[in-house]
C-alpha cells in the first residue's frame, strides 16, 4: 500500500465499529460491479430447495 492508502488505514481503524462495517461493506460492494448471472441462477435455485426443505420439515412436524 502506498503512503495515503496507509493512512485511510490509520484513519478507519480508528472510527467505532459500526462506522467501520459500514465503510467495509461499502468498499466491497465497489468491487462486485459485475452479476454472474449462471452463479445467481443456482443461488435463486438452491434458496428454493432450501426453502421446500424447511416446508416439509414443517409440514411432517404437524
Same mark, same amino acid.
Given at each position: 500500500?502506498?503512503?495515503?492508502? !496507509?493512512? #485511510?488505514?490509520?484513519?478507519?481503524?480508528?472510527?467505532?465499529?459500526? /462506522?467501520?462495517? @459500514?465503510?467495509? *461493506? %461499502?468498499?466491497? !460492494?465497489? #468491487?462486485?460491479?459485475?452479476?454472474?448471472?449462471?452463479?445467481?441462477? /443456482?443461488?435463486? @435455485?438452491?434458496? *428454493? %430447495?432450501?426453502?421446500?426443505?424447511?416446508?416439509?420439515?414443517?409440514?411432517?412436524?404437524?
Amino acid at each position: 500500500m502506498n503512503a495515503e492508502a !496507509e493512512k #485511510l488505514l490509520a484513519d478507519a481503524l480508528r472510527l467505532p465499529p459500526q /462506522a467501520r462495517a @459500514a465503510l467495509a *461493506a %461499502r468498499l466491497i !460492494e465497489g #468491487l462486485d460491479t459485475e452479476v454472474d448471472e449462471d452463479a445467481e441462477a /443456482a443461488w435463486c @435455485a438452491e434458496i *428454493a %430447495r432450501r426453502l421446500d426443505a424447511v416446508a416439509n420439515l414443517v409440514s411432517q412436524c404437524h
